[in-house]
């Protein structure tokens, strides 16, 4: 499954163009976040790509969950939303 990285200076639009892609092509994405910023991006990504997909009777759900990545040397929770089709 394709990974998405989201920070808190990522365009929103830019980000659902990228969503609406992957779930087109491969069916399922997995956007991580770390930080209020970055998850406030992500969501309003994954809101946007809905509208995207909605035309080709594509609905999506989104799944979150955490993980553990490493920043530089330092471990983060990062929260991890998998985005499919319904």
Request: hydrophobic share 50%; charged share 20%.
């Amino acid at each position: 499954m394709e990974v998405l990285k989201v920070s808190s200076k990522s365009s929103p639009n830019s980000v659902a163009g990228a969503i609406a892609g992957v779930v087109r092509e491969s069916g399922a994405v997995e956007v991580q976040a770390v930080g209020a910023g970055a998850s406030n991006q992500a969501i309003k990504a994954i809101a946007i790509a809905r509208g995207y997909l909605a035309p080709s009777g594509i609905d999506i759900v989104c799944i979150p969950a955490f993980a553990s990545i490493s920043i530089d040397g330092d471990e983060r929770t990062a929260i991890k939303l998998i985005v499919e089709p319904r």
